[in-house]
């Protein structure tokens, strides 16, 4: 892609990280500013941020679920039409793998249900430290079997990168 295409659909040189892409298979070159942008982009529509999927776009009900996919609001995009031609799938949850402080209730979200911890070493027993998990609501995820329960397996590890973009000039 070029340093225009990148800019032009909103990107910033100052958000590009460092890193090997030695093992990812190249894809096709960003040539346009007017096309949808990439699967897990975050993107701006007045106001509502809309997480951009395979399929379609996904709204973002809260900082949380933001921050529980790797991204902050420096992140996100200005939409464009052809975000917004695509289909409305609802909203986007947390991030499988995601701690979440829900009012003082940690929860490990997975990928169909939301767990508990039943006490503090069990939560850091894990390796885990109450400075990781991101604030919101899991009101609507189905409240799973807690960790640390006779023959419960161990939580996913959490997300720590939501993965690099490479830009040539």
């Known amino acids: 892609t070029s340093a225009a295409n990148f800019t032009g659909n909103g990107f910033s040189f100052g958000s590009v990280m460092a890193g090997s892409l030695s093992s990812v298979p190249a894809g096709a070159s960003i040539d346009s500013t007017t096309g949808a942008h990439l699967e897990g982009t975050f993107v701006n529509d007045n106001g509502t941020v809309w997480m951009v999927t395979a399929t379609g776009r996904k709204g973002v009900p809260e900082a949380g679920v933001l921050y529980s996919h790797g991204a902050s609001f420096s992140d996100v995009v200005a939409a464009n039409a052809a975000d917004l031609a695509l289909a409305n799938e609802g909203n986007a949850s947390f991030r499988t793998g995601a701690l979440v402080n829900d009012a003082g209730t940690l929860w490990a979200v997975t990928a169909s249900a939301k767990r508990g911890f039943p006490t503090a070493s069990c939560y850091t027993g894990f390796g885990f430290s109450f400075s ?35 830009v040539s000039r």
């Not at 807690?146 to 590890?157: I, L, R, S």
């Open 132 to 166: 990781m998990p991101v604030s919101g609501s899991t009101a609507g995820l189905t409240a799973g079997r807690n960790y640390c329960a006779a023959g419960t397996p161990p939580p996913p590890p959490p997300p720590t990168s939501p993965g690099t973009l490479s």
